[in-house]
Antibody, heavy 123, light 107 residues
Framework: QVQLVESGGGVVKPGRSLRLSCAAS????????IHWVRQAPGKGLEWVAV????????YYADSVKGRFIISRDNSRSMVYLQMDSLRAEDTAIYYC????????????????WGQGTMVTVSS | SYELTQPPSVSVSPGQTASITCSGD??????TSWYQKKPGQSPVLVMY???KRPSGIPERFSGSNSGNTATLTISGTQTMDEADYYC??????????FGGGTKLTVL
Protein backbone atom coordinates (compact mmCIF):
# COMPACT_ATOMS: atom_id res chain seq x y z
CA GLN A 1 0.00 0.00 0.00
CA VAL A 2 1.39 3.34 -1.07
CA GLN A 3 1.50 5.64 1.90
CA LEU A 4 3.26 8.45 3.70
CA VAL A 5 3.27 8.73 7.47
CA GLU A 6 4.34 11.90 9.23
CA SER A 7 5.61 12.11 12.78
CA GLY A 8 7.43 14.49 15.08
CA GLY A 9 4.82 17.15 15.64
CA GLY A 10 4.10 18.63 19.03
CA VAL A 11 4.04 21.78 21.12
CA VAL A 12 7.17 23.92 21.12
CA LYS A 13 8.08 27.36 22.37
CA PRO A 14 8.86 30.22 19.99
CA GLY A 15 12.48 30.22 18.88
CA ARG A 16 12.91 26.50 19.48
CA SER A 17 13.39 23.71 16.94
CA LEU A 18 11.50 20.64 15.82
CA ARG A 19 12.19 17.92 13.27
CA LEU A 20 9.38 16.31 11.34
CA SER A 21 9.74 12.93 9.69
CA CYS A 22 7.91 11.43 6.73
CA ALA A 23 8.09 7.66 6.27
CA ALA A 24 7.33 6.40 2.78
CA SER A 25 6.24 2.89 1.91
CA UNK A 26 4.74 0.98 -1.00
CA UNK A 27 6.67 2.81 -3.71
CA UNK A 28 10.22 3.58 -4.81
CA UNK A 29 10.70 6.79 -2.88
CA UNK A 30 14.10 7.36 -4.53
CA UNK A 31 12.29 8.12 -7.81
CA UNK A 32 10.06 10.91 -6.57
CA UNK A 33 10.26 14.39 -5.17
CA ILE A 34 8.66 14.91 -1.78
CA HIS A 35 6.98 18.08 -0.57
CA TRP A 36 5.95 19.50 2.77
CA VAL A 37 2.68 21.43 2.80
CA ARG A 38 1.04 23.00 5.83
CA GLN A 39 -2.37 24.28 6.81
CA ALA A 40 -2.68 26.73 9.67
CA PRO A 41 -5.92 26.69 11.68
CA GLY A 42 -8.69 28.23 9.60
CA LYS A 43 -6.35 28.95 6.71
CA GLY A 44 -5.63 27.48 3.30
CA LEU A 45 -2.94 25.13 2.11
CA GLU A 46 0.56 26.59 2.02
CA TRP A 47 3.42 24.91 0.26
CA VAL A 48 6.54 24.79 2.43
CA ALA A 49 9.37 22.96 0.68
CA VAL A 50 10.32 20.31 -1.85
CA UNK A 51 13.29 18.04 -2.26
CA UNK A 52 14.16 16.44 -5.56
CA UNK A 53 14.07 12.65 -5.89
CA UNK A 54 17.84 12.40 -5.55
CA UNK A 55 18.25 15.24 -3.07
CA UNK A 56 20.01 17.35 -5.68
CA UNK A 57 17.64 20.31 -5.41
CA UNK A 58 15.61 21.92 -2.65
CA TYR A 59 13.18 24.80 -2.83
CA TYR A 60 11.50 26.68 -0.02
CA ALA A 61 8.64 29.07 0.48
CA ASP A 62 9.79 32.58 1.33
CA SER A 63 8.06 32.30 4.71
CA VAL A 64 10.41 29.52 5.86
CA LYS A 65 13.55 30.17 3.85
CA GLY A 66 16.61 30.30 6.10
CA ARG A 67 14.76 28.63 9.01
CA PHE A 68 13.64 25.25 7.63
CA ILE A 69 15.70 22.57 5.91
CA ILE A 70 14.31 19.63 3.99
CA SER A 71 16.41 16.48 3.61
CA ARG A 72 15.97 12.85 2.71
CA ASP A 73 17.51 9.44 3.29
CA ASN A 74 16.48 7.24 0.39
CA SER A 75 18.13 4.21 1.96
CA ARG A 76 15.57 4.49 4.78
CA SER A 77 12.70 5.83 2.67
CA MET A 78 12.54 8.89 4.89
CA VAL A 79 12.16 12.60 4.33
CA TYR A 80 12.69 15.18 7.06
CA LEU A 81 11.85 18.78 7.77
CA GLN A 82 14.15 20.50 10.24
CA MET A 83 12.37 23.55 11.60
CA ASP A 84 14.43 26.11 13.48
CA SER A 85 13.59 29.50 14.97
CA LEU A 86 9.94 28.55 15.11
CA ARG A 87 7.31 31.28 15.27
CA ALA A 88 3.69 31.33 16.29
CA GLU A 89 2.72 31.64 12.63
CA ASP A 90 4.32 28.26 11.94
CA THR A 91 1.51 26.62 13.90
CA ALA A 92 -0.19 24.29 11.46
CA ILE A 93 -0.83 20.74 10.38
CA TYR A 94 2.15 19.65 8.32
CA TYR A 95 1.64 17.18 5.50
CA CYS A 96 4.24 15.44 3.41
CA UNK A 97 3.17 14.71 -0.14
CA UNK A 98 4.61 12.72 -3.02
CA UNK A 99 5.14 14.44 -6.36
CA UNK A 100 3.98 12.25 -9.21
CA UNK A 101 6.75 13.29 -11.62
CA UNK A 102 9.26 10.47 -11.99
CA UNK A 103 12.95 11.25 -11.51
CA UNK A 104 12.92 14.28 -13.77
CA UNK A 105 13.89 17.91 -13.64
CA UNK A 106 10.35 19.06 -13.12
CA UNK A 107 7.46 18.89 -10.69
CA UNK A 108 3.88 17.78 -11.19
CA UNK A 109 0.90 17.15 -8.97
CA UNK A 110 0.90 15.75 -5.44
CA UNK A 111 -0.71 12.35 -5.79
CA UNK A 112 -0.15 10.87 -2.33
CA TRP A 113 -0.52 12.71 0.97
CA GLY A 114 0.18 11.69 4.52
CA GLN A 115 -2.29 12.12 7.34
CA GLY A 116 -0.48 15.16 8.73
CA THR A 117 1.21 16.02 12.01
CA MET A 118 0.27 19.00 14.14
CA VAL A 119 2.85 21.58 15.15
CA THR A 120 1.92 24.16 17.74
CA VAL A 121 4.29 27.01 18.52
CA SER A 122 3.26 28.68 21.74
CA SER A 123 4.83 30.03 24.89
CA SER B 1 6.29 35.78 -6.29
CA TYR B 2 3.42 34.41 -8.32
CA GLU B 3 -0.11 34.25 -7.05
CA LEU B 4 -3.10 32.13 -7.93
CA THR B 5 -6.49 33.71 -7.33
CA GLN B 6 -9.63 31.74 -6.54
CA PRO B 7 -13.10 32.91 -5.51
CA PRO B 8 -13.54 32.41 -1.75
CA SER B 9 -16.81 30.58 -2.15
CA VAL B 10 -19.07 28.94 -4.70
CA SER B 11 -22.58 27.66 -4.06
CA VAL B 12 -24.48 25.13 -6.12
CA SER B 13 -27.66 23.11 -5.82
CA PRO B 14 -27.42 19.32 -5.84
CA GLY B 15 -27.40 17.98 -9.38
CA GLN B 16 -26.26 21.27 -10.87
CA THR B 17 -22.87 22.22 -12.29
CA ALA B 18 -20.23 23.93 -10.16
CA SER B 19 -17.34 25.83 -11.70
CA ILE B 20 -14.33 26.95 -9.69
CA THR B 21 -11.82 29.24 -11.32
CA CYS B 22 -8.14 29.83 -10.68
CA SER B 23 -6.37 32.79 -12.25
CA GLY B 24 -2.70 33.59 -12.53
CA ASP B 25 -0.11 34.62 -15.09
CA UNK B 26 1.84 31.40 -14.60
CA UNK B 27 -1.13 29.32 -15.76
CA UNK B 28 -0.51 30.41 -19.33
CA UNK B 29 2.66 28.34 -19.37
CA UNK B 30 2.26 25.85 -16.54
CA UNK B 31 -0.13 23.03 -15.77
CA THR B 32 -2.72 23.37 -13.02
CA SER B 33 -3.58 20.73 -10.44
CA TRP B 34 -6.64 20.70 -8.19
CA TYR B 35 -7.11 19.28 -4.70
CA GLN B 36 -10.19 18.57 -2.63
CA LYS B 37 -9.85 19.17 1.10
CA LYS B 38 -12.50 18.14 3.60
CA PRO B 39 -12.27 19.02 7.32
CA GLY B 40 -10.17 16.56 9.25
CA GLN B 41 -8.97 14.80 6.13
CA SER B 42 -5.85 15.02 3.99
CA PRO B 43 -6.07 16.73 0.60
CA VAL B 44 -6.99 14.57 -2.38
CA LEU B 45 -5.78 15.17 -5.94
CA VAL B 46 -8.81 15.48 -8.22
CA MET B 47 -7.25 16.91 -11.40
CA TYR B 48 -3.74 17.24 -12.78
CA UNK B 49 -2.08 18.65 -15.89
CA UNK B 50 -5.17 20.84 -16.39
CA UNK B 51 -7.51 18.14 -17.65
CA LYS B 52 -6.43 14.73 -16.39
CA ARG B 53 -8.45 12.90 -13.77
CA PRO B 54 -6.63 10.53 -11.38
CA SER B 55 -7.82 6.99 -11.02
CA GLY B 56 -10.77 6.79 -8.65
CA ILE B 57 -11.98 10.35 -9.18
CA PRO B 58 -15.57 10.41 -10.51
CA GLU B 59 -16.16 11.40 -14.12
CA ARG B 60 -18.26 14.35 -13.00
CA PHE B 61 -14.99 16.15 -12.24
CA SER B 62 -13.37 17.83 -15.23
CA GLY B 63 -10.79 20.52 -15.83
CA SER B 64 -9.85 23.09 -18.42
CA ASN B 65 -7.31 25.84 -18.92
CA SER B 66 -7.79 28.90 -21.07
CA GLY B 67 -4.80 31.19 -21.07
CA ASN B 68 -4.41 32.57 -17.56
CA THR B 69 -7.46 30.88 -16.08
CA ALA B 70 -7.95 27.25 -15.10
CA THR B 71 -11.37 25.90 -14.23
CA LEU B 72 -12.47 22.88 -12.24
CA THR B 73 -15.98 21.82 -13.19
CA ILE B 74 -18.15 19.42 -11.23
CA SER B 75 -21.17 18.24 -13.19
CA GLY B 76 -24.14 16.82 -11.33
CA THR B 77 -22.70 18.03 -8.04
CA GLN B 78 -23.40 15.80 -5.08
CA THR B 79 -23.52 16.68 -1.40
CA MET B 80 -20.35 14.61 -0.90
CA ASP B 81 -18.52 17.13 -3.12
CA GLU B 82 -18.91 19.85 -0.51
CA ALA B 83 -15.34 20.74 0.43
CA ASP B 84 -12.58 23.29 -0.05
CA TYR B 85 -10.86 23.16 -3.42
CA TYR B 86 -7.35 24.40 -4.09
CA CYS B 87 -5.58 24.97 -7.37
CA UNK B 88 -1.82 24.57 -7.58
CA UNK B 89 0.90 25.20 -10.11
CA UNK B 90 4.66 25.30 -10.20
CA UNK B 91 7.43 26.90 -12.11
CA UNK B 92 11.20 26.85 -12.00
CA UNK B 93 11.46 30.19 -10.19
CA UNK B 94 8.87 30.03 -7.45
CA UNK B 95 8.58 26.27 -7.19
CA UNK B 96 5.05 25.61 -5.95
CA UNK B 97 2.09 27.93 -5.45
CA PHE B 98 -1.38 27.16 -4.11
CA GLY B 99 -4.43 29.27 -4.67
CA GLY B 100 -6.23 30.63 -1.64
CA GLY B 101 -8.92 27.97 -1.82
CA THR B 102 -12.62 27.96 -2.68
CA LYS B 103 -15.27 26.70 -0.32
CA LEU B 104 -17.85 24.76 -2.32
CA THR B 105 -21.26 24.67 -0.67
CA VAL B 106 -23.88 22.27 -2.00
CA LEU B 107 -27.34 23.29 -0.89
Amino acid sequence: QVQLVESGGGVVKPGRSLRLSCAASGFSVYSYGIHWVRQAPGKGLEWVAVIWYDGSQEYYADSVKGRFIISRDNSRSMVYLQMDSLRAEDTAIYYCAKDQAVAGNRLDAFDIWGQGTMVTVSS
Amino acid sequence: SYELTQPPSVSVSPGQTASITCSGDMLAVQYTSWYQKKPGQSPVLVMYQDTKRPSGIPERFSGSNSGNTATLTISGTQTMDEADYYCQAWDSRTAVVFGGGTKLTVL
